[in-house]
């Protein structure tokens, strides 16, 4: 996109290249243009600093005694089939565990835990759709009442019903990520299965007017799944005209082959770390806690929330091996990392 075609109130942000002399990127592999930033004016001290050390933390790999931020899937249950979805992979080739959601007493005791080490953030999230789960908004007020500073969804909205939304905000949300990849019709149904683009237009319209009317710290973002083809291109530039004057931004990552069948690995960039080691846990409805969102198939489990504390699972042996092998340069020694498309992101 020219800087011609973006108008002033506008910024396109994230570096998506991989250069031969690494540039550290705390948020590799996707873009977004910012439309405004009305809700960062609503935000505490305690915030900001929260997210400095999201970048300063992985950049000077600086070990600390607990993540910053936990990545719950509350659910593994989704309403959707979506053909780039890993999950749907899993499902359509009988390698999907059972379905469930987390009880909760479960959910309580991963918060308190989260609150009494110090977790700044959480997103409910992974291979299932949040707002599935049927205590969603008991779960996002109980982390705000515990203290939890940013409390965020991954959702497909198609969920997202009025009396659900504005439940939500009362709750306490902070941000909401809604995955919107389309406004053709036909290619949103095709790209969301099972849902339609008028039923998640509407719901997150409505969303946003409640959110205008009395939560103006909630960020609304969209986001969609993009592929090295002009018609998604025009589809990107739709959401940008479509949403303008609606929500805070729109992003869009490329879509990566996730079939275990046709997966190969990657040349080493000479100089890469990840951030995601310094900063985060993975908590599987499973019970399995890995280390990066890239691991649907829990191909590098370091604990078990379910039997372990999380503590001991972020200063266990397994973690601080593998922090080790980023801090010195050495990722390429992880079979699972070879496989990493994060360092080849364009």
Known sequence: MSEKEKNNDETLVGNCDAPEGYEFNPNETYKEIVFREEWKKHRSK?????????????????IIDYPLHLDIETTNICN??????????????????????????????????????????????????????????KQVAYAKEKGILDVMM???????????????????????????????PELFEDRRLGTSLGRVLDNVYEFVRLRNERFPHVQ???????????????????????????????????????????????????????????????????????????????????????????????????YSEIRKLHSDGEYYKMKMCRKCYMPHSD
């Not at 305690?46 to 600086?62: A, G, H, L, T, V």
């Not at 499902?91 to 005791?109: A, C, P, R, S």
């Not at 589809?235 to 805070?248: A, H, N, P, S, T």
């Open 220 to 318: 609304v973002r969209l986001s969609m799944v993009m592929y090295k083809s002009p018609i998604w291109l025009e589809q990107f530039e739709g959401l940008r005209i479509m949403w303008k004057r609606l929500v805070d931004a729109i992003g869009y990552g490329f879509f990566v082959e996730r079939d275990r069948n046709k997966l190969g690995e990657y040349p080493e960039v000479k100089g890469y770390w990840c951030a995601q080691p310094f900063q985060r846990m993975f908590l599987k409805y499973n019970g399995n806690v890995t280390i990066c969102c890239v691991d649907d198939i829990d191909e590098v489990v370091v604990g078990d929330w379910r039997n372990m504390k999380l503590s001991d699972i972020w200063n266990g042996s397994k």
């Open 46 to 62: 305690e915030y900001f600093d929260y997210r400095q050390k999201w970048d300063s933390i992985p950049r000077n790999k600086e």
């Open 154 to 184: 991954n959702s497909n909205a198609s969920l997202l019903r009025k009396d659900k939304g504005l439940a939500l905000l009362e709750a306490g949300l902070d941000n909401m990520f809604v995955s919107f990849d389309a406004i053709d």
């Open 80 to 137: 959707l089939k979506c053909p780039m979805c890993p999950r749907t992979l899993q499902v359509d080739d009988g390698t999907f565990g059972e379905l469930g959601q987390m009880t909760w007493d479960q959910y309580k005791d991963i918060i308190d835990q989260a609150v009494e080490m110090g977790v700044k953030s959480i997103k409910l999230n992974y291979l299932g759709e949040p707002m599935a789960h049927k205590q969603v908004v």
